[in-house]
């Protein structure tokens, strides 16, 4: 009996260092946009736990919409944030994402009528024209 548990010990011991060592760690930045449940919506995914503070802003053909700063106090690692564009004509837009080392931007089609927002990005992965995001 001693000798099962002192075996079984040793495997569990053994497993957990395997996957440890198999589970690389990364610093890399991961900053996308990504489709939202709800109609005229789009969340912002972010991943870094070196960053101090992140600013996602909004541009269409004007310029500058909106700019949201995320402090490093308000996220460990990272975060998911919802947008909601219903507010906004139906057009062409660009969410970027920054912080101290990295800008990423991504465009962005939104049509009010269907409140279906589109990200290029978007194109290469689901279904051909599948709607990910409308009003029923």
Do not use: C, H
């Not at 890399?28 to 992140?54: C, D, I, M």
């Not at 919409?65 to 909601?84: C, H, M, P, Q």
């Not at 906004?88 to 939104?110: C, F, Q, W």
Request: a positive charge; proline letters at 3%; glycine letters at 6%.
């Amino acid at each position: 009996m001693k000798l099962t548990t002192t075996l079984l010990a040793a495997l569990v011991m053994l497993l957990s260092v395997t996957a440890g060592a198999t589970e690389p760690e990364t610093n890399e930045t991961v900053a996308k946009v990504l489709p939202s449940k709800e109609a005229g919506f789009v969340k912002v995914l972010y991943l870094n736990p070196t960053a101090k503070k992140v600013e996602v802003k909004f541009y269409g053909e004007s310029g500058l919409i909106t700019k949201d700063l995320i402090r490093a106090s308000r996220f460990e690692n990272g975060f998911i944030k919802v947008y909601d564009m219903s507010e906004l004509k139906t057009g062409e837009y660009r969410v970027e994402i920054s912080d101290a080392g990295k800008t990423v931007s991504y465009p962005i089609s939104y049509d009010k009528d269907k409140s279906i927002v589109w990200a290029k990005q978007w194109d290469s992965f689901g279904y051909n024209n599948q709607i990910i995001s409308a009003n029923k």
